[in-house]
């Protein structure tokens, strides 16, 4: 079922109402009993009752696959050693090996 935000046009007093589509709209104010109230245009909620629905149908939407691990990362908290390039004098003091 919708829920309805309405507002007094005289008090300004709004307030939420869980009505059925095919209800007419509220026209008397609950506060000061005017019949100056206007439904607003709000973001769309709606209640599902009756049997068959679960708390957790709609909830989380879809899911992302899960990201698969990259071979060359290591799993543990250390990174993982640099690379040396081939051919360099494996040293580090020329430089070659960083």
Known sequence: MPIYEYECGSCLHKFESIQKISDPLLTDCPECGKSTLKKLISAVGFQLKG????????????????QKSDPDKNSGSEPAPPKKKAGGCAGGTCGCAS
Not at 51 to 66: L, M, N, Q
């Open 51 to 66: 049997t068959g629905w679960y708390a957790t149908d709609f909830k989380g939407g879809a899911r992302k696959p899960e």
